[in-house]
């Protein structure tokens, strides 16, 4: 497997790294049944630990697809693993700079991962 698909599955388990951080130890079983309910009562660092959650849900979809196309129409492999690399890079430091409620730091990094996804797209042109 490449360091893009080894990217990609990196990718799809951030979301649960983020959840994980905030269920421990608060989460209960008794949240499980109306965890949506539970998610609305979240504070602080464990409310932008879920956002994060969502937010990483969101950006993979795109992030799979522009590995998966760049790849498939012959985009040398050192770009991919290198745009796919610092995806992966700019994706951790979004959830941790959420985490940490640094806004502009977060957003930064959010742009950064962004730029990456478009580049590996770009590059398949």
């Known amino acids: ?14 979301p649960y790294v983020w959840s994980m951080s905030w269920r421990w130890p608060v989460y209960s079983f008794k949240a499980n049944l ?20 969502l937010n990483a849900f969101e950006n993979f ?6 590995v998966i196309i ?3 129409l012959g ?3 050192s770009t991919v693993d290198r745009l796919a ?3 992966i890079v700019m994706r951790v ?12 730091l977060r957003s930064l990094a959010f742009a ?6 478009i580049a590996i797209f770009l590059s398949a042109v």
Not at 112 to 117: I, K, Q, R, S
């Open 1 to 14: 497997m490449t360091v893009a698909y080894w990217c990609a599955f990196v990718a799809a388990l951030l």
């Open 34 to 53: 109306s965890p949506r309910r539970f998610e609305e009562t979240l504070t602080g660092w464990r409310q932008r630990a879920h956002w994060a959650h």
């Open 61 to 66: 979809p795109p992030f799979v697809a522009a």
């Open 70 to 72: 760049a790849q498939q």
């Open 75 to 77: 985009v040398p492999q």
């Open 85 to 87: 690399l610092a995806f």
């Open 93 to 104: 430091a979004h959830g941790v700079f959420y985490l940490a409620n640094i806004g502009v």
């Open 112 to 117: 950064g991962g962004a730029v990456c996804t």
